[in-house]
């Protein structure tokens, strides 16, 4: 068993974007807060998951893309079925 921590990494809403810690310093602070709890993991999957949603597209077409828990739990589940 383990736990892992995942920060968001760009908030699913447009208008809720910006009031928040950049995502380097909130996964920063998250490895703070668990540092030596056994068997937790701060993860940047979101953010993985964002950049391959996204991949090969422009500016203009990343502000539209949105990443949600369902996605990210089929991208883990794919990682980790291979």
């Excluded at 998951?49 to 500016?59: P, R, T, V, Y």
């Amino acid at each position: 068993d383990e736990v892992r921590v995942l920060p968001v990494y760009r908030h699913m809403y447009e208008n809720k974007r910006g009031n928040q810690a950049s995502f380097d310093d909130r996964v920063a602070m998250c490895r703070l807060a668990f540092k030596g709890l056994p068997k937790v993991t701060v993860s940047e999957s979101e953010k993985k998951c964002f950049e391959k949603a996204s991949s090969g597209l422009n500016e203009d077409e990343r502000v539209a893309v949105r990443v949600g828990t369902a996605d990210l739990l089929d991208m883990l589940r794919k990682e980790e079925a291979g």
